[in-house]
Nanobody, 120 residues
Framework: QVQLVESGGGLVQAGGSLRLSCAAS????????MGWYRQAPGKQRELVAT???????NYADSVKGRFTISRDNGKNTVYLQMNNLEPEDTAVYYC??????????????WGQGTQVTVSS
C-alpha cells in the first residue's frame, strides 16, 4: 500500500501565500504522476495541478500564474506553492499519486486532505 501525508494548510488572508507538501511512502517502485485536487463545500473535486516524473506540469486555468507545483523524486514528495490566494481558493486540498509498487502493480492513492481557508 501507498500512503500520502499532506501538510501545510491553514488560514490566510487574501493575497497571502501557503505551501502545501505531500509525502508518499510504502512499497513504491515508481511514481508516474503526482498532483493536487481541491473540493469546496457543495462542489465537486477539481484538479488544481499535476506534475509527471519528468517534470511536465498542468494547471487549472483558475490558478495559472499564482500556483506552482514541484516535486522531489528522491523524497517522493510533491509541493504546491500558492501565492496571491483568493477567497475562491478556499477548499480541502487533496494530494494524489499514481505509479507502481513492487511486482509492477499499479496504484493510485489519495491523501486525507488539508484545509485551506482564505479570508477576504
Amino acid at each position: 500500500q501507498v500512503q500520502l501525508v499532506e501538510s501545510g494548510g491553514g488560514l490566510v488572508q487574501a493575497g497571502g501565500s501557503l505551501r502545501l507538501s505531500c509525502a508518499a511512502s510504502g512499497s513504491i517502485s515508481s511514481i508516474n504522476a503526482m498532483g493536487w485536487y481541491r473540493q469546496a463545500p457543495g462542489k465537486q473535486r477539481e484538479l488544481v495541478a499535476t506534475i509527471t516524473s519528468g517534470g511536465s506540469t498542468n494547471y487549472a486555468d483558475s490558478v495559472k500564474g499564482r500556483f506552482t507545483i514541484s516535486r522531489d523524486n528522491g523524497k517522493n514528495t510533491v509541493y504546491l506553492q500558492m501565492n496571491n490566494l483568493e477567497p475562491e481558493d478556499t477548499a480541502v486540498y487533496y494530494c494524489n499519486a499514481r505509479g507502481t509498487i513492487v511486482a509492477s502493480i499499479k496504484f493510485g492513492s489519495w491523501g486525507q486532505g488539508t484545509q485551506v481557508t482564505v479570508s477576504s
